[in-house]
């Protein structure tokens, strides 16, 4: 069937049924509440019929049959069925109609789509708006599809099928309108914050939901926080709501960008912790993330200089101190950088590469500037087969020096038989901001492998 026609679900079926006097029905049903009949539709308790003489006194409670089976039920379950007139030698059943709207969506394709068509039980909703990701073998039933869906779906206005893959600039697919309302805003709620978004202009993925909590509950309160593909907010708008962090959000879609501002204020965020920027993250890195990483970098060597002398900064005086152990400072929160753009992102751990290497002189101490610089969440895709040799060489191919020891990954889900999305996690290091020499040899991983070519290797090992 590639048009629905809902007057072929009308059938009738007979279920089996026990008549319970209805002054016993509240007494009696933990006998036979676990055994009822459960359909779309159908209320399993019920009138009997006009003709029946027990109408009056007796409500009919129809079973599932499947349930009914003797290894289903014990001793004495058995005996109180009996003792409603249940014979299991010989089960009377009753008649009832069910039509299409008793039918559950799952019930309905597999009744009209061909054995080897692709299972369409499950999609992603957002809002309103329920989105498939329909293979070639199933084309040819997607109006049907989205139809079913719209009529199942109560919360479901509008049913889209993405079209290809997200393969261009601004991170978002096309889409083809396969039931409902051509009505792309929506509002969708993810671990206590509520996201406003255009799904066919911005990217939003339902199943990142974890893994946006794993890292918002990971960073630390206060932090500081670079969100270089930011899209509308799933890391931001937590971070900054939340873990009262100081974030710096980007996202080159002016559309994202839109909706990044929009999202921030829907979640009454306090914006002077945040500021947004619609910039390629490549600039993002090299202007914004760069600017705060020196301002930082220069408060600490005020502060650590000042500790040093026994003197500390009070607004624009100066405040005497008899030794350097009275001064007591809080101990600064760790900053971060997240990158979730999984196609590419990699590629964007170049820009790390010698970022502050115009730094003063006075302020290119190693000490220093190691306990500014951030840790690094990295997205990006990986075959499953030798996958931590894969990812260390393919990210230091991209950063351009051996990785530290502390270099971490982890999947985060599967997205294709061989292909898993994955996240890697390093601190940046001095030598590495600073362009200078490599790391030294006990602190680089083995990076050996099939997938580094020659002329890497000559380079790291």
């Known amino acids: 069937m590639k048009v629905l026609n809902k007057e072929v679900f009308a059938t009738k079926v007979s279920i089996p049924g026990i008549k319970v006097p209805k002054l016993e029905i509240s007494s009696s049903q933990k006998t036979w509440k676990p055994l009822l009949f459960k359909m779309r539709g159908v209320k399993p308790i019920g009138e009997l019929g006009d003709r029946d003489p027990q109408k009056d006194t007796h409500s009919l409670v129809l079973l599932d049959p499947e349930k009914l089976k003797a290894d289903c039920l014990t001793v004495a379950q058995k005996e109180a069925l009996q003792s409603f007139g249940l014979d299991f030698s010989d089960v009377k059943t009753y008649e009832i109609e069910l039509h299409y709207d008793n039918w559950s969506s799952s019930d309905i394709f597999r009744a009209v789509l061909p054995s080897d068509a692709d299972n369409v039980t499950s999609f992603t909703q957002i809002g309103h708006i329920a989105h498939l990701n329909l293979k070639p ?151 914004i993330v760069k600017q705060d990483l020196v301002k930082q970098i220069e408060e600490q060597y005020k502060l650590d200089s000042s500790k040093a002398s026994g003197t500390c900064d009070v607004g624009a005086a100066e405040l005497e101190l008899e030794s350097s152990d009275q001064i007591t400072t809080a101990v600064k929160p760790p900053s971060y950088v997240v990158m979730n753009l999984p196609a590419i992102a990699l590629d964007f751990l170049s820009e790390f590469n010698g970022l502050l290497k115009d730094l003063p002189s006075h302020l290119k101490l190693t000490e220093l500037i190691e306990k500014v610089l951030p840790v690094v969440f990295c997205y990006t895709f990986s075959p499953k087969t030798d996958m931590e040799t894969e990812l260390r060489v393919r990210t230091e191919s991209s950063i351009g020096q051996p990785l530290p020891l502390t270099f971490k990954s982890r999947i985060v889900r599967n997205v294709a038989p061989n292909k898993e999305m994955v996240c890697v996690c390093f601190k940046l290091w001095p030598s590495l901001v600073l362009g200078e020499q490599q790391l030294k ?19 790291i090992i």
């Open 137 to 287: 073998e199933t084309e040819p039933y997607k109006f049907l599809i989205g139809e079913v869906l719209l009529d199942k779906v109560s919360s479901v206005k509008t049913v889209v099928n993405k079209l290809g893959t997200i393969d261009n600039t601004y991170r978002n697919f096309q889409m083809e309108l396969l039931a409902g309302e051509e009505n792309y805003v929506t509002q969708t709620k993810e671990h206590n914050c509520t996201f406003e978004l255009d799904f066919s202009k911005v990217y939003w993925n339902s199943r990142l939901a974890t893994e946006h909590q794993r890292i918002v509950e990971e960073i630390e309160k206060n932090s500081t926080v670079y969100d270089v593909f930011a899209g509308i907010g799933p890391f931001s708008v937590p971070l900054a709501k939340k873990k009262n962090c100081t974030v710096y959000a980007n996202d080159l879609n002016p559309h994202s960008f839109e909706y990044l501002n929009k999202n921030m204020k829907l979640n009454k965020v306090n914006l002077n912790r945040v500021k947004t920027f619609n910039l390629d993250g490549r600039d993002f890195i090299q202007t």
């Open 441 to 459: 040899s006990d602190e680089i991983g083995d990076s050996k492998s099939e997938y580094e070519p020659e002329s890497k290797k000559q380079k």
